[in-house]
């Protein structure tokens, strides 16, 4: 019976497993793995706690980790299935967005850990090489997180002058899961593109309509882009011009800043309204 479900009904039930035990009812019988390789499975998962996945940053063996929050269990994926040398950018549902780094300029790709789906998304309308990246995922409100749709946008980098050589670019491109292609959404501040390429790590933090990356140009600062708007605005940051160490991550849906010097040790700020940074919690460097 199990063998002859059709594909509709077995999705709606692998939809429910975690990611190992997805991985494992792949490889039951050809008609399971057809089901579960014909679907994106962009939400697999979705009803347990988020894996955790790390990529050493020299990674000759082609190899992650990744831990088990439910079994406090780690595991090592072989990665050789993937044509290129990746380096992961974000995670999008239960999948993770991957950027080559067999390549100078930008070329992305999405992966399913545990199924070993992968496809490459399109190239962009603007070869550029180190420009900022961020995703947003589930912007339709879609009950069924499967359906949601995600964005990537694209900011900043340098790019082929009209005149020979290499020029920062002043423009931003998203990609949209919807319709399956790049699409130049404006310019942006010259001096925002030099910052975001330059001064940059590239990873972001999406808030209430707005993408942060922080930028480390003389003094830490955040930039913010509304989507909705395509409008950049700059936000100071405590302590920017002593911090030594600054990361921006997500916390209970806010951005939040971890930074601090090796004199005053670490400090947690979260944003609040205003563009206003409250301090969390404050700890010594031992």
């Not at 190899?63 to 974000?90: D, E, K, M, Q, S």
């Not at 339709?140 to 290499?166: K, Q, T």
Request: aromatic share 10%; net charge positive; with cysteine.
């Amino acid at each position: 019976m199990w063998s002859n479900l059709p594909f509709d009904l077995l999705a709606n039930i692998f939809f429910f497993l975690p990611p190992d035990s997805l991985a494992l009812a792949s490889s039951v019988c050809k008609h399971w793995h057809a089901c579960i390789t014909s679907y994106p499975a962009t939400a697999a998962g979705a009803h347990h706690p988020p894996w955790f996945v790390a990529l050493p940053v020299r990674n000759r063996s082609h190899t992650c980790y990744i831990h088990n929050p439910i079994n406090h269990t780690w595991h090592g994926l072989f990665l050789g299935f993937l044509p290129h040398p990746i380096r992961p950018v974000a995670s999008i549902g239960g999948l993770v967005l991957l950027r080559s780094t067999a390549s100078t300029t930008l070329r992305l790709a999405i992966c399913n850990l545990f199924t070993k789906q992968n496809w490459s998304l399109p190239l962009l309308n603007i070869a550029r090489t180190n420009p900022a990246l961020g995703v947003v995922f589930g912007l339709d409100g879609s009950p069924d997180v499967r359906l949601s749709s995600f964005r990537v946008y694209v900011a900043g980098g340098m790019s082929e002058a009209p005149s020979g050589g290499a020029a920062y670019e002043p423009t931003l491109e998203m990609y949209d899961s919807r319709h399956g292609g790049w699409k130049i959404m404006g310019r942006m501040p010259v001096e925002f593109a030099v910052r975001l390429t330059v001064w940059s790590p590239n990873e972001s933090v999406y808030s209430d309509g707005v993408l942060y990356w922080i930028t480390s140009a003389r003094a830490y600062s955040v930039l913010g882009l509304d989507i909705l708007s395509n409008r950049w605005r700059e936000l100071s940051v405590p302590m920017a011009e002593r911090l030594e160490f600054a990361a921006l991550v997500r916390r209970n849906g806010r951005p939040t800043l971890v930074g601090g010097t090796s004199n005053d040790g670490a400090c947690i700020w979260e944003l609040g309204d205003g563009d206003r940074w409250g301090l969390i919690e404050r700890s010594q460097l031992n």
